[in-house]
């Protein structure tokens, strides 16, 4: 699915004197099985822009279009079509087990029986959870970072073409992390899932994205193939993000060699790089 933002400008309490203008005329597009991450330091426009892509927050001025159809005025949410990720997802957990809150959206889609069982343990499964353990569970007897990933399982249980999710990582320990990172690669690899995914870690979006956006101010500050952007240190610096730690270790060995080595975001290229330097051979 594509979706298009065209000059898009939203202001939150407009007209009164706390008015905080959250989106600038901001246009751009998400293509079919794109992987775009947006970045950005805290109230540049991150979670306003997901919420606009979704239809759920409409724009003052400006056009949203979801397939090249322009979005009515009346937000609602699509779950077959595009899976929202809120930053607090635990807070949307209601139901009584987990089973029930992650087949949730695929029931309201019709799906019943064998097939809906299936596609929820699907879904516990994406994100890393023990699904037949933690199936019968109470939502709440579960550790947060576990909450969170029942509320991302119910997101993915409805199998949206577009899933847009805001700091998916956050809270969740560094090996999970790297394994959700890992699951939602392989659901855009097997599926063509549109992925846009809002984080602050750059080494996971040096691992996640083939797009970069980089928001400041409520306006698209850069917008360019990730593994570019991610290495141009003066440039995420100006927005208050930190480079990818390769591409820092890449210019401190330029520093110690005295000699310009080319930024990587791999971290093999690093370690083979670094054992170039010290003369390490094979084993050594
Ligand atoms: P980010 O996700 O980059 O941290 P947000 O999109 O959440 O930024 O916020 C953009 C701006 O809009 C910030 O200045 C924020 O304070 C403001 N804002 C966000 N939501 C609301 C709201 N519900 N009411 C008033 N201001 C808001």
Redesign the pocket.
Known sequence: MRIELDDISLS??PGTP?A?K?LDRVSLMVRPGERLAIA??????????LGVMAGILRPAAGRVLHDGQALSRKPRLQPGRIGLGLQSPENCLFEKTVFDDVAFAPRRMGLDGERLGQRVMWALECVGLDAAASATREPFSLSVGEQRRVALAGVIAAEPAVLLL?EPTAYLDPATRRDLLERLLAMNDERGTTMVV?GHDMDELAVFAERLVI?DD?RVAADGPADKLLKDEALLERYGLEAPGTVRLCRLLSGCAGREFAAVLDEEQAANLLQEIMGWGPGG
């Open positions: 939150f309490q706390f905080v959250a950005g330091s805290t109230g540049s426009g991150k979670s306003t822009l805001d809002v928001m409520g």
